[in-house]
């Protein structure tokens, strides 16, 4: 996606949300490579939304996480841990997704988890207007568990050796560069080779944005 195209992508998204018709909540899919963009494109589409009188969910798959002692038990630089160990789908589908898709009651919970503090959560339930829009950013969502979750999904595609430089720059705050590299080559891009292996992510998707 070019920085000239982004606002006609958007505008192309919100229609596609328009466009699908149900009788619960839509629930889109933000889907991608870590540090692809996935979250400022699912931010600047829920602006969008908003502008046109909708009203928005907003969430992440980074508050359905199991706690860390799980995510990790494969050691710290294991792919197959990133896919397998990482993500709480089952949590996720029944606090969020399953509430809002066919024969849902609209009681959710935007979260389960707190990843700062490592900590398990149940925070209040609340009731989703029949109208809303789930605007939901994360990476593997389209993975099997959950394909059939989405009305609407978005494939955020970046080569992958880009996220590496992304990712140096975005976390060279906290992290060494040397560290956060070894991170993404070991664990992250691996676990996304299993992913688009396992569940090829560009071929279901409803829409790729390439965000290189």
Avoid at 106 to 116: A, F, G, K, P
């Amino acid at each position: 996606m070019d920085p000239g195209t982004r606002e006609e992508v958007l505008g192309h998204l919100a229609e596609a949300v328009r466009s699908v018709t149900a009788t619960h909540p839509t629930r889109v899919a933000i889907d991608g490579p870590p540090a692809a963009g996935k979250t400022t494109l699912a931010d600047q589409l829920a602006v969008v939304l908003r502008a046109q009188g909708r009203d928005v969910i907003r969430a992440t798959v980074d508050d359905f996480l199991f706690p860390r002692a799980r995510r990790y038990r494969r050691g710290e630089y294991s792919a197959e841990g990133c896919y397998f160990d990482t993500h709480d789908t089952v949590s996720l589908k029944r606090a969020l997704l399953d509430p809002l898709g066919p024969g849902g009651d609209r009681r959710i919970q935007r979260t389960v988890y707190d990843r700062t503090t490592d900590t398990v959560l149940s925070p209040p339930v609340t009731t989703a207007p029949t109208d809303a829009v789930l605007v939901f950013d994360g990476v593997f969502l389209l993975r099997p568990e959950l394909i059939d979750r989405w009305d609407l999904s978005v494939f955020v595609s970046t080569a992958l050796e880009k996220t590496v430089e992304r990712a140096v720059i975005r976390e060279g705050g906290v992290s060494a560069p040397a560290a956060v590299e070894r991170r993404w080559r070991e664990r992250y891009l691996p676990a996304q080779q299993l992913y688009f292996a396992a569940a090829r992510p560009a071929d279901h998707a409803d829409f790729v944005v390439h965000n290189d």
